[in-house]
Structure formats: C-alpha cells, structure tokens
C-alpha cells in the first residue's frame, strides 16, 4: 500500500495558455460579443430560423452580448437591441468555451514584429513547425480570477483521482487491461512503494466556460515546460504589463530543486529523444537546477 497521496508536483494546465486577470478591458485586440438567434422563450435556435420568423407560431429574434451561446443554452444578461460600436459574432465561429464566463471572446491580436527573435533570444528556438507557427502570439485567452480558482482546484483534485485510480490499479492487479507489459510491473510497484521524488506534470484539459473535462495527464514526459513557464511570461510583460498571469512555474522549480538538494547525491540526467527541437524542455529544467548540483543532459536517436 501506497505510504502517502503526497506528490509534490507544478500542474501546468492552469498555466498553459495564457492567463489574464483584468477581463473586461480592451487592449487592442479584436473584442466580440454573441449574436444568436433564440426564440420567444430566450433558448437559442439554429441561426437560420431568424431568416424565417413566425414559422409555426414562435417569435424568432437575434440577441446581443449576454450569456448563454449554443443550441438549447437560455439566453441572459443581454438583450434584443444591439449597442452601438460593439463588435458582434456568432458563437459558431469561434471555439466551444471561447467566450468563457465574461460574455467576451478575445479573438485576434497582433503578433509582435519581431517575435521569432525574443523568442529564440529566451530559449524557444522551436517556434514553427512545418512552415507554420508553433508558438502562436495572434490569439490568447483571457480568464477572471474566479474562473483561474476553479481551474486550480480542479486541476488538483484530478491530481488526486488519478492517485487513487492509480492505487485501485496496483492492488487489483489491473495491468494487463492497461496493456502494461509484465516486465514493467514490478518496476512499477516499487517506485510506488518508494516515491521517489516528482516534479512536475501536465494536464491537458478542455474548458468550455462552464464545465471542465480531463482530457490527458501527461506525468510522464510533458513538454510545454519553457512556453509555459518563461515564454509566455515575458510576451505578458511585454505587451500587457499591467495584467496578471497565473505563473509560478520558474518559481517553484527553483524552490523543488533547493528542496530535494539534500537527498541528490549523483548527477541528475537529463534525457531526451531526437529531434533536436525537444531539447529546450530538460534543457530548461536543467538550468533550474539548484546552484551545485550536478546535471547532465543526454540524447538519444
């Protein structure tokens, strides 16, 4: 039996893309608001129906700004009359979640001019990928701090669940339905038995200003780390220097590596698969080491 549910790990799914506090300001970008047919009783309907009002006894209208986006959802906090001078767009042009719990859709912003270079300057050489760009500065989302919360605490209570489905694995002997080879077993169960110290993690989740679904928890090999932690940080200082991020990534692993300084004795390694652009994330957390402390990074082909 597993000793402790304690694993000290950064989850990177509340700092992923990039997160802003201060919603409601417009900073140059391209802000939208819905605009979605509904009928008398305020229930968005196919946006055709508008074209055809009156059919079969219902009022059908468009509604402007407000909550409330896809077939079915009831509309509110908006209204029938459009307000001058905003921009308006209907939910089926943009992502499932886009317009979140703020009603507004941050769309589009200019990539800086020279981004290819900051961003090469800070480590993230890896920025295109079959001639299109990796590291996307033309978009970002923007949450409130009520909605960063929520993302935070669900993000660590799916950390729990998958210890606990974890330990239901180990103690049922559940590994061939996982297709875990047999060799693997008892490797498994004695770093279970052990815990040896974690760093970090990543959930993939999708979030549609609502609900929020597990998709992947990448605890194994997850990538991301430098976009995450430092390069989405200095676009924020950047261009929106008076906003917050919800970013402590570079923090933290200074403060893991001090911690488990005492218990490293050996050269911590460092290793990684070619192409030689999946270096900068052990590259990365390398450098985070504590001052003294050996590393080395390694590659294989």
Known sequence: MKKSAKVTLMFLSSFAAAV?????????????????????????????????????????????????????DRVYGGGRIATPG????????????????????????????????KAEAIGLIYHHTEGRPYWNESAYYSFTTAEIDRIELATNELHALCLKAAQHIIDNNRFEELSIADAAIPVIKQAWEDEPPAIYGRFDLAYDGDQLKLLE???????????????QWYWLQELFPKLDQFNSIHEKLLA????????????????????????STPSYCAWTTSVGMQRRIVSSI
């Open 217 to 231: 928890y990448n605890a194994d090999t997850p990538t991301a780390l430098l976009e995450a932690a430092v390069a």
């Open 256 to 279: 893991k590596w001090q911690e488990l300084k005492p218990y490293i004795a050996n050269t911590v390694h460092f290793a990684y698969l070619e192409p030689p652009r999946r270096a």
């Open 20 to 72: 802003m506090n201060g919603c409601g300001k417009d900073d140059g970008g391209d802000w939208v608001e819905a605009k979605r047919c509904v009928d008398n009783n305020n229930v968005v309907v196919d946006d055709g129906f508008c074209e055809t009002s009156g059919s079969r006894g219902h009022y059908y209208s468009h509604y402007y700004g407000g909550h409330g986006y896809y077939t079915g």
């Open 86 to 117: 905003t921009n308006y767009v209907s939910p089926s042009r943009i992502p499932r979640g886009g317009f979140g719990s703020t009603g507004r859709a941050f769309v589009t912003i200019p990539p800086r001019s020279d981004w290819q270079k």
